[in-house]
Nanobody, 121 residues
Framework: QVQLVESGGGSVQAGGSLRLSCAAS????????MGWYRQVPGKERELVAL???????NYANFVRGRFTMTRDNAKNTLTLQMNSLKVEDTATYYC???????????????WGQGTLVTVSE
């Protein structure tokens, strides 16, 4: 079992910054893709940024230049530095990880519990 625990959400005024963190824990696993998604009530969950096993990172157009994601493979952690926040960035942010358990062919695809980010005018 792999668990993802997020932290760092909260409320901020437009133009401000927040930093989200995600830590993966468990036994005998390796993470391939890891990233952040977000969702607002009534809408589908959407990709914010994804770090692939190849080392590349892709950002959604609506956050490019404002958000920076950093991954630490040794610690299985992921951070999302969010700058120049806009009201429309208000959402619940979810950490995501896809990987494999060692010495098996079993894969996992897990989500964190979500952390709420609220941006006010």
């Amino acid at each position: 079992q792999v668990q993802l625990v997020e932290s760092g959400g909260g409320s901020v005024q437009a133009g401000g910054s927040l930093r989200l963190s995600c830590a993966a824990s468990g036994r005998m696993f390796s993470i391939g893709d890891m990233g952040w998604y977000r969702q607002v009530p009534g809408k589908e969950r959407e990709l914010v940024a994804l770090s692939a096993s190849s080392g590349s990172t892709n950002y959604a157009n609506f956050v490019r230049g404002r958000f920076t994601m950093t991954r630490d493979n040794a610690k299985n952690t992921l951070t999302l530095q969010m700058n120049s926040l806009k009201v429309e960035d208000t959402a619940t942010y979810y950490c995501y990880a896809y990987g494999v358990f060692h010495a098996t062919t079993r894969t996992f695809q897990n989500w964190g519990q979500g952390t709420l980010v609220t941006v006010s005018e």
